[in-house]
């Protein structure tokens, strides 16, 4: 069976640079979520959207910002990127009749030096 | 505030053991519950997700889960542990009823599985 696809699943950036990460969810999912996991942490909400829409919002730095797209995918833009920003990052999808059962992207690996 | 709790920071059992894993959650009304099974640097995986109904489910790989209600509680067992079960173990709840609510997860808990 598709599961969501993430890319890349490993970036190398230096400190003030700028990332993109890609999430694919399974089709027919509508729902896109962005999570943040830091070293030894668990993970944390950042922003999800519904139908193109963004539907809530978590703890995410005005640094960062993201949106769905007409085909579902979901990109998350990280500007000006700090040491702290160093974590996994996953994307999980959903729908709507799915009761809330989220599946998840194995993750990009962003670490800034 | 909308918490998660697993007392247990770190467990260590021998293969063929049986494993417990605690989750105390504090919310509003009684929320979605979920354990989630993470290998190192890999994604997320869903093992168990209580709703409503019976209070004992199942779930992949062996594993199953209670829900108390009263204890605010959603304990994670599995009779016999096998080394692969080896992995972080993360307990979250979301809104009920709500399809597009965030998961917020628990601290975690680390298995460790002695052969």
């Known amino acids: 069976a598709a599961g969501v696809i993430q890319s890349p699943r490993h970036l190398i950036k230096e400190k003030r640079e700028t990332a993109t990460l890609k999430c694919y969810p399974i089709p027919r999912h509508d729902t896109v979520y962005w999570y943040q996991q830091g070293p030894g942490q668990d993970p944390q909400f950042l922003i999800s959207f519904y139908e193109k829409m963004q539907s809530d919002k978590g703890s995410i730095p005005d640094r960062f910002s993201a949106q769905q797209f007409s085909d579902y995918h979901s990109e998350l833009n990280m500007s000006s990127l700090e040491l702290g920003d160093s974590a996994l990052y996953f994307c999980a999808s959903s729908t709507r009749t799915g009761n809330n059962e989220q599946f998840f992207g194995p993750g990009t690996r962003l670490t800034v030096l | 505030a909308q918490s998660v709790t697993q007392p247990d920071i770190h467990i260590t059992v021998s293969e063929g053991a049986s494993l417990e894993l605690r989750c105390n959650y504090s919310?509003?009304?009684?929320?979605?519950l979920f354990w989630y099974v993470q290998s190192p640097g890999q994604g997320l995986q869903l093992l168990l997700k209580?709703?409503?109904?019976?209070?004992l489910v199942q779930g992949i790989k062996g594993f199953e889960a209670e829900f108390k209600r009263s204890q605010s509680s959603f304990k994670q067992r599995k009779p016999s542990v096998h080394w692969s079960d080896a992995a972080e173990y993360f307990c979250?709840?979301?809104?009920?009823?709500?399809?597009?609510?965030?998961?917020?997860f628990g601290t975690g808990t680390r298995l460790q599985v002695f052969p």
């Open positions: 979250a709840v979301a809104k009920p009823g709500y399809n597009t609510d965030k998961l917020i």
């Open positions: 919310y509003g009304a009684t929320p979605y």
């Open positions: 209580y709703f409503s109904g019976d209070t």
